[in-house]
């Protein structure tokens, strides 16, 4: 079984702009709602293979992959239990003088079902947190 939730918005805030917030994802907290907290476990610009511990309310801590970055574009990182993998994708792509977000957030695995029954409220109100998060933010940049 596979879930995916997917959610995109224009931006009026620069691509780069916009990729700068999508990347510093220890700076989340500050400025999306639905997380609590975000550590590295490396440092250094964001990679393939960097990992994060994240803590979003109602939800137990989970440990955060990168396996996929596009830089400048977007990124995909996954967190895994059992019977379960969810996988977060983050993408900007230049719009005229703004920009374009699209997150998307994809469960498979034999309880993915249930995970969809059971959370998926929650996930599509975090994911659209999330996206007013980030366009909120980049819009706020001075220039």
Same mark, same amino acid.
């Not at 059992?82 to 977060?88: D, E, K, L, Q």
């Not at 109100?125 to 999330?130: G, H, N, P």
């Given at each position: 079984m596979t879930a995916e939730d997917r959610i995109a918005t224009a931006v009026d805030a620069p691509a780069e702009e916009v990729w700068?917030?999508?990347?510093? !994802?220890? =700076?989340? +907290? &500050?400025?999306?709602e639905s997380y609590e907290s975000v550590r590295r476990l490396d440092s250094g610009p964001l990679r393939v293979?960097?990992? &994060?511990? !994240?803590?979003q309310p109602w939800l137990p801590r989970a440990r955060w992959k !990168? @396996? $996929?970055? $596009?830089p400048g574009r977007s990124f995909a990182w996954e967190t895994a239990s +059992?019977?379960? @993998? @969810?996988?977060?994708g983050h993408l900007v792509e230049p719009r005229g003088q703004g920009a374009t977000i699209t997150l998307t957030l994809r469960q498979h695995g034999p309880l993915a079902r249930l995970a969809q029954v059971l959370l998926g409220r929650r996930t599509r =109100?975090?994911?659209?947190?999330?996206m007013e998060g980030f366009r909120r933010t980049a819009e706020s940049v001075p220039g």
């Open positions: 700068s917030l999508l990347i510093d !994802v220890e =700076r989340w +907290p &500050a400025m999306i293979g960097s990992e &994060a511990i !994240v803590k !990168v @396996t $996929q970055l $596009q +059992p019977g379960i @993998t @969810t996988a977060g =109100r975090y994911l659209s947190m999330e």
